[in-house]
């Protein structure tokens, strides 16, 4: 059974950091494609980065390029995303999710808000 449990999530100050984990089991966690996925108040579902762990290929919405950064440990099956010059349009809900060509898995989400 795959599962997902995201952590990190709290309430950071506009310019901070903030780093999220999602704890992950029941698949191959060395070959696979892990995202995180968004959703702020009041809105639909936003990508924000990828990576293949296989090859360590990652991708990223341009609105975060160059802020965030997608990483996995791998001996811990791990998925991190580093949020840094965090902004207030950066609070969502973020998911964890596995990307697999029979659907994709998510976690609950762990929540992020940015203000001062």
């Known amino acids: 059974e795959v599962l997902l449990v995201e952590s990190g999530g709290g309430l950071v100050r506009p310019g901070g950091s903030q780093r999220l984990s999602c704890a992950a089991s029941g698949f191959p966690f060395t070959s696979s494609a892990m995202s995180w996925v968004r959703q702020a108040p009041g809105k639909g579902l936003e990508w924000v980065s990828t990576i293949h762990t296989y090859i360590n290929n990652t991708y990223y919405t341009e609105s975060v390029k160059d802020r965030f950064t997608i990483s996995t440990d791998n001996a811990k099956n791990t998925l991190y995303l580093q949020m840094n010059s965090l902004k207030s349009e950066d609070t969502a809900v973020y998911y964890c999710?596995?990307?697999?060509?029979?659907?994709?898995?998510w976690g609950q989400g762990t929540q992020v808000i940015v203000s001062s």
């Open positions: 999710v596995l990307n697999t060509v029979e659907g994709d898995y």
